[in-house]
């Protein structure tokens, strides 16, 4: 517990998230993304055409033709330690769909059959998918922010739109990008931690499984996949037994935010997040790519010295 605390002490002395206007480039720079802080700037994204056009209606009526990849769970959990009755926990991957556009926003509005359905296709949808991001992307200045641009010095490495309902959740994780996460509709909840949580932080190597949905029934079976072990933090934040099982979580320093429709979080590399929707809720993010540099280096030796003691086998 020392050394997450000396490491916290040293690099994250100040774990409240300020919440203030767009700052300059230099601003940007020196207070946030060198010491790795994260900041939420309000009503960063209000002066994007979306704010105001992407209402369910819009979005319908001028783009409901168009087909978008969904992707499919039971439970909202996607990317995520599934634990199961009578076998080990297994790393297990949704299910991605082709929807229409219009069908997915029919389903949000009443749901048409069993599961939950998000769109968070990361793989920079709104460029790789043509049409569909093609015509989104005007709507969001081309998501990019002169100011997060200037700062880092490159233009973003992927563009992503999320649209979900209640209940989607993305579990525990760290990214190597710098995030800029912009809420168009609805609310989203962030549950963070900072990157020394990485000491305490417990992470299991996992066989890896997939959920297949019957198409006539709707019910959703795991189908493991031919791929080497995955590792991944089998903390929830939100299981309050969690606790208990993995005691050292006790010492993480819990940050919750939330971002309201028009607001703009910058989230920096390394930080550990889960994220959740309690309505519709849409949203569009830049990741641009970190630099190796000596916070990851530190990084990665807290993570060499966490695994010591929190890394378990699949066996255990």
Same mark, same amino acid.
Request: with cysteine; hydrophobic share 35%.
């Given at each position: ?57 819009? =979005?319908? %009526?001028?783009?409901?033709?168009? /087909?978008?990849?969904?992707? @499919? ?5 996607? $990317? #995520? ?124 190597? =996992?066989? %890896?499984?997939?959920?297949?949905? /019957?198409?006539?029934?709707? @019910? ?5 996949? $031919? #791929? ?89």
């Amino acid at each position: 517990m020392s050394l997450l605390q000396e490491c916290r002490e040293l690099a994250y002395a100040q774990p409240i998230v300020e919440r203030r206007d767009p700052p300059s480039a230099i601003e940007f720079w020196r207070d946030f993304v060198s010491p790795n802080r994260p900041l939420i700037i309000r009503g960063g994204v209000c002066h994007w055409p979306a704010f105001e056009k992407w209402s369910l209606d819009y =979005l319908q %009526t001028h783009y409901g033709h168009l /087909d978008v990849s969904v992707e @499919a769970t039971p439970t909202g959990y996607g $990317d #995520a330690v599934l634990e199961r009755e009578g076998a080990e926990p297994c790393f297990v991957l949704p299910e991605s769909q082709r929807w229409t556009f219009g069908d997915y926003i029919a389903h949000l509005r009443r749901p048409t059959k069993p599961g939950v359905f998000y769109i968070s296709h990361q793989d920079s949808n709104l460029t790789a998918e043509t049409e569909f991001g093609a015509q989104l992307l005007a709507d969001v200045a081309g998501a990019e922010l002169p100011f997060a641009s200037e700062a880092f010095g490159v233009p973003p490495d992927a563009i992503n739109f999320w649209m979900g309902g209640a209940d989607a959740t993305t579990s525990l994780h760290k990214d190597h990008y710098e995030n800029t996460y912009a809420v168009l509709r609805g609310r989203k909840h962030f549950t963070l931690y900072s990157p020394p949580s990485v000491v305490v932080l417990p992470t299991r190597e =996992l066989p %890896t499984y997939q959920y297949v949905q /019957d198409k006539a029934t709707g @019910a959703f079976e795991v189908v493991q996949q $031919d #791929a080497a072990p995955r590792p991944w933090i089998v903390f929830d934040p939100e299981q309050p037994n969690h606790r208990t099982r993995y005691p050292a979580t006790t010492a993480l320093e819990r940050i919750d935010i939330t971002l309201e429709a028009g607001d703009l979080l910058y989230l920096p590399s390394l930080w550990y997040h889960q994220v959740g929707l309690d309505r519709v809720c849409i949203a569009v993010n830049c990741w641009y790519d970190m630099q190796y540099d000596v916070k990851y280096v530190l990084h990665q030796a807290l993570e060499q010295a966490g695994s010591l003691g929190n890394t378990t086998s699949a066996a255990d």
